[in-house]
């Protein structure tokens, strides 16, 4: 079974610039999560989405928003650029199918490096 | 709000010796899962063993054990006959526990990151 596949790997953007990161879960997954990496704040969920519904949301500006399409792949897009954006995004998945959602297994992918100049 | 935090910024252990990483957390809630998650430099994060509050027996996968203190709120994870390839960042999260709709957030701490010394 493939993993959690994130595309790209690597994305440079200046200022301003919008961007937008995919994420390919397991193949019946049907709930994916984002999390920033950055060095100064650790890792910080973004948002949760199951079956192409945001479920959660974590503390971040509007311009970062997500969609999930009835593959379950998501996108996730951020709008004006800033230098703080640059991070590591992280996308993991889980079944999102049992009563107790959070007893299930998250599986992450490798991740995007976003560097904003 | 639920706090990590992981005091251990770097640590290095001999290959084959055992090495005891540290975290503590801040939570007003009784039943949650703990975890400790291994990030290599591939950058992705892998389960390394998960803990469920209410239960009092500690979590152990093969070499990776963690020694859970409900009420001292602390976790730490216990890596034995540490290998080269146990080298990586590691990372301990918390969970709530919930049973409606949602799958609720990992917090995490901050890292430590584990050095193999051949």
């Known amino acids: 079974k493939a993993g959690v596949t994130q595309t790209p790997r690597y994305l440079i953007k200046t200022r301003g610039q919008q961007v937008t990161l995919s994420c390919s879960p397991i193949?019946?997954?049907?709930?994916v999560s984002w999390y920033q990496q950055t060095p100064g704040q650790g890792l910080q969920f973004l948002f949760e989405y199951f079956s192409e519904t945001q479920r959660n949301k974590g503390n971040f500006p509007g311009r970062f928003s997500g969609r999930q399409f009835s593959n379950s792949r998501s996108e996730m897009n951020v709008s004006t650029l800033e230098l703080g954006d640059s991070a590591l995004y992280l996308c993991?998945?889980?079944?999102?199918?049992?009563?107790?959602?959070?007893?299930?297994?998250?599986?992450f992918g490798s991740g995007t490096q976003l560097s904003v100049l | 709000a639920q706090t990590v935090t992981q005091s251990q910024p770097e640590m290095s252990v001999q290959e084959a010796e055992t090495v005891t990483l540290s975290c503590t957390y801040d939570?007003?809630?009784?039943?949650?899962?703990l975890f400790w998650y291994k990030q290599p430099p591939s950058r992705q994060m892998i389960l390394v063993i998960r803990?469920?509050?209410?239960?009092?027996q500690n979590a152990t996968e093969n070499r990776f054990s963690v020694n859970f203190q409900k009420a001292a709120k602390s976790f730490s994870l216990k890596i034995s006959d540490s290998q080269l390839g146990d080298a990586a960042m590691y990372f301990c999260?918390?969970?709530?526990?919930?049973?409606?709709?949602?799958?609720?957030?990992?917090?995490f701490g901050t890292g430590t990151r584990l050095t193999i010394i051949p």
């Open positions: 193949s019946g997954h049907r709930s």
């Open positions: 939570t007003s809630e009784s039943d949650y899962y």
């Open positions: 999260a918390y969970r709530r526990k919930i049973s409606n709709f949602g799958n609720e957030k990992l917090t």
């Open positions: 993991a998945s889980s079944s999102g199918q049992s009563y107790e959602p959070t007893n299930e297994k998250l599986f």
């Open positions: 803990q469920e509050a209410y239960k009092q």
